[in-house]
């Protein structure tokens, strides 16, 4: 079963406005990533926050993680055209004897267009 | 520096037919990951290795599929007999260790007739 959903599925703004994702997971984890893929290309590392992080800046980009809530968002700030792509959230994969093994589980995405 | 860098980039051949990935990952990387992309499932883990040794292979479909790493620097991944319900986009992945950011290739987009 996914580990991370997103939400919304997709979202569709204009041009310098801000673009917020949702992220939910089931189980404990150490980190939580974010990734952005283009279409037809592979996925690309935005930003990791770790457990004991309650958030994290990389230009325009802001993560928030509330591990009571077991969720995250992802806020793009002044968007722009070049920010149109599907956008994933990654935990560690915990299993139940405890412990994280070492891959990650990938969300479905979001997928945000932005408009010029 | 070079990233993760795959081949072929796209594939189409006739069921039955056996197909072959290639993944050279990022030197210095000990982990990599074999990822399988549809509209329907999403990106699925298929199989991982760390130091060329498998750790988790529990989401290989079936026994047509089988990856294996020979060295540090190159793995493959291989179906056989293919199927059209193979069809999908393969990702690549490597880290530098477990559970760390992953860089991916730009995959290999498989059609199965």
């Known amino acids: 079963s996914q580990q991370g959903e997103e939400d919304p599925q997709a979202l569709s703004i204009q041009e310098g406005e801000n673009a917020t994702m949702n992220c939910s997971y089931k189980?404990?984890?150490?980190?939580l990533q974010w990734y952005r893929q283009n279409s037809g290309r592979g996925l690309v590392h935005l930003i990791l926050i770790r457990s004991n992080e309650r958030e994290k800046h990389s230009g325009r980009l802001r993560v928030t993680l509330d591990t009571s809530k077991k969720s995250s968002s992802l806020l793009i700030t002044a968007s722009r055209a070049a920010d149109t792509a599907s956008y994933f959230c990654?935990?560690?994969?915990?299993?139940?004897?405890?412990?994280?093994?070492?891959?990650?589980?990938f969300g479905k995405g979001t997928k945000l267009s932005v408009k010029p | 520096d070079a990233g993760v860098i795959q081949s072929p980039r796209h594939e189409v051949t006739e069921m039955g037919q056996e197909v072959t990935l290639r993944c050279k990952p990022i030197s210095g990387h000990n982990s990599l990951f074999w990822y399988r992309q549809t509209m329907m499932r999403g990106l699925e883990l298929l199989i991982y290795f760390n130091n060329n040794v498998p750790i988790d292979d529990s989401g290989m479909p079936e026994d047509r599929f089988s990856a294996k790493m020979p060295n540090a620097s190159f793995s493959t991944l291989k179906i056989q007999p293919s199927e059209p319900r193979d069809s999908a986009v393969y990702f690549c992945?490597?880290?530098?260790?477990?559970?760390?950011?992953?860089?991916f290739g730009d995959g290999t987009r498989l059609s199965i007739l």
């Open positions: 189980t404990s984890i150490n980190n």
């Open positions: 990654a935990t560690d994969a915990w299993v139940n004897y405890g412990g994280s093994q070492g891959n990650l589980i």
């Open positions: 992945a490597s880290s530098l260790t477990e559970n760390q950011p992953q860089h």
